[in-house]
């Protein structure tokens, strides 16, 4: 079961970058 929570909290980690990502694309639309 340790396998099944660290890819639960990957998948969040990725989740939070996936949208820091969307908002920096936002907040600088010339890159």
Same mark, same amino acid.
């Given at each position: 079961?340790? *396998?099944?929570?660290? *890819?639960?909290?990957?998948? !969040?980690?990725? *989740?939070?970058?996936?949208?820091?990502?969307? !908002? &920096?694309?936002? &907040?600088?639309? &010339?890159?």
């Amino acid at each position: 079961m340790e *396998g099944k929570r660290r *890819g639960y909290a990957w998948a !969040v980690f990725a *989740g939070i970058c996936a949208a820091l990502a969307a !908002v &920096s694309a936002k &907040s600088f639309p &010339s890159s």
